[in-house]
């Protein structure tokens, strides 16, 4: 209740928490982990009953067992599309809000997901409270363009993060694939994370 109070109390505050919502099921399907465990703690601390599977395949077995109200699916996964995900949700559950995320946004692809059932669509690196507001925003008013959004210098560091975890965390292969000199990419992993 004093979630209600404080949200309706301050009309240019945008939500923060699901407490209201009678439904908070929320189901996050991503093969980056470190990712997914990371926007999985964030989503339970905003109230959602969060579930999370790191392949097409899992993200089937949960949405047949239990249609969730949310989805957030990452569009490339290691066995198959993103698309497959949402479009089995939206077939099990029509009402449910999905999110699609993905580090290869096109046009046709932002169509096609929105055909399929898809309520945004959002580019990677995309932080929590944006995915969250995106999940929350209505069909009229696309989710809000966030007050602090991350810098360029965040982005790239979250990108480089990225592939150093997929890499094994191995210094050598990120820095072959990133294209960059070794001890450029030591560097920037021994600095903090620009805001």
Request: glycine share 6%; net charge positive; with cysteine.
């Amino acid at each position: 209740m004093t979630d209600q109070k404080n949200t309706a109390g301050s009309m240019d505050k945008p939500i923060h928490s699901v407490e209201h919502l009678e439904d908070r099921t929320l189901l996050i399907v991503d093969d980056d982990k470190p990712f997914l465990s990371r926007l999985a703690r964030a989503m339970e601390s905003k109230g959602f009953q969060v579930s999370t599977a790191d392949s097409v395949a899992d993200g089937h077995a949960a949405i047949v067992k239990a249609p969730p109200a949310f989805a957030i699916i990452d569009l490339r996964l290691a066995d198959g599309n993103g698309l497959d995900v949402i479009s089995e949700l939206k077939s099990r559950r029509p009402d449910s809000r999905g999110i699609i995320l993905t580090g290869y946004g096109n046009i046709v692809t932002a169509v096609t997901a929105v055909k399929l059932g898809a309520f945004d669509y959002l580019a990677k690196p995309a932080d929590a409270d944006e995915i969250f507001h995106a999940l929350m925003a209505t069909r009229h008013d696309k989710a809000e363009v966030p007050e602090n959004p991350m810098s360029a210098d965040r982005v790239r560091w979250e990108h480089i993060q990225r592939i150093y975890e997929l890499c094994g965390r191995n210094v050598s292969e990120t820095a072959r694939r990133l294209n960059m000199h070794r001890r450029t990419l030591q560097r920037i992993l021994a600095k903090r994370a620009p805001r």
